[in-house]
């Protein structure tokens, strides 16, 4: 019988790894424990898990031995740390390995939406360009004032490209850091006042649910882009809906949601939007890098050696 439990959707490389490290028990998702036998779940100390549905108290107490939940991602939003805790559970996740690649998005997504790449890509395909002529002037992002919301591992990659780009780089976190000549905002509105763009790179989760508020989005502007990297949650995406339709919000440039993958609707209809399905980190070698940290700590844990990356 297994002693580790895998649950989620894994690459194939993954897959073929994590089977021959550990034959593990396999669950589509944190709502087929249940399903296990009694005996099978009395034998499972690790989770291996990947995803976005909620891993809680309740799949916890149904797992009485487990010592670890070791996630597959940096953001463990979904596993309720607090519970894990009072059960002496530990929990990983797999941070750094993956700040380029979220970075290099973040970018992208500012450049992307800036220049209009999808539309004009479009204009192009279409026959328009021969049809119509040239496509209608885009935005110079190069050298415009950005800030970054959180700058934690990945808030500084972004920053340092955007820095690379000319821009007047401007950042709030908690706590004023050491930068190079970046302007520190301890109150967010006052960032999103200062600058054109705004990159949402904040922690997810109950803490930062809605940090984003109305009043920021006003203070972005009609000209100002937002994009969000981090997670859907740390926006009120009412309000910055509502914003974008009547114009208040220049545009958005987003990878993440709430209730994704199925996204609010009313976002596919504004053409002030881009969208990119939650893929951050979605590279081959990326995502390599994080099934071997995931792999690392289950090993570690399993050996009774210190974890590499404990997030409690
Ligand atoms: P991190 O190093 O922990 O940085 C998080 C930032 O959030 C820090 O600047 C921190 O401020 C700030 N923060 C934390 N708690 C806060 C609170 N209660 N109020 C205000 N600010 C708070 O995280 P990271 O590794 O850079 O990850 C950043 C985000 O990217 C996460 O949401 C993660 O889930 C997401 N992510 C997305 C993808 C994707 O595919 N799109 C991939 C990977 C990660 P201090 O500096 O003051 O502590």
């Not at 790894?17 to 396999?26: G, K, M, V």
């Not at 110079?140 to 821009?167: P, T």
């Not at 609707?265 to 390599?288: C, F, K, M, W």
């Amino acid at each position: 019988m297994s002693d580790v439990l895998v649950i989620g959707s894994y690459a194939q490389n993954d897959v073929d790894a994590l089977n021959s490290t550990f034959n593990p028990t396999w669950c589509a998702a944190p709502a087929d424990i249940a399903s296990l036998e009694e005996s099978a779940r009395a034998g499972i100390k690790v989770v291996g898990f990947k995803g976005h549905v909620a891993f809680g108290a309740a799949e916890m107490d149904q797992l009485p031995n487990l010592e670890l939940v070791a996630n597959f991602g940096v953001g463990y939003d979904a596993i309720d740390t607090t519970a894990a805790s009072a059960r002496g559970i530990k929990v990983t996740n797999t941070p750094d390995v993956l700040n380029d690649d979220v970075a290099d998005l973040a970018v992208l997504l500012l450049l992307a939406h800036g220049r209009k790449f999808e539309q004009a890509s479009q204009w192009a395909r279409d026959g328009s360009w021969a049809a119509k002529g040239e496509y209608s002037l885009a935005r110079k992002i190069s050298g415009g004032k950005v800030g970054i919301l959180g700058l934690g591992r990945i808030g500084r990659e972004i920053a340092d490209r955007m820095a690379a780009f000319k821009m007047d780089v401007h950042y709030f976190a908690r706590s004023e850091k050491e930068t190079p000549n970046w302007t520190y905002h301890s109150d967010p509105v006052a960032l999103a006042a200062a600058v054109d763009y705004l990159v949402v790179a904040l922690v997810g989760g109950e803490e930062t649910k809605g940090f984003v508020s109305k009043e920021m989005l006003e203070a972005l502007g009609p000209r100002g882009i937002i994009v969000n990297i981090s997670r859907g949650t740390t926006i009120d995406e009412e309000a910055m809906i509502e914003a974008l339709t009547n114009g208040t919000l220049g545009g958005a440039a987003l990878d993440v949601f709430l209730n994704e993958p199925k996204i609010d609707e009313r976002l596919y209809a504004l053409d002030n939007v881009t969208i990119q399905p939650h893929q951050g980190s979605g590279t081959v070698e990326t995502r390599a890098d994080m099934g071997q940290l995931q792999r690392d700590n289950i090993s570690a844990q399993l050996a009774g050696a210190s974890l590499l990356t404990p997030v409690n």
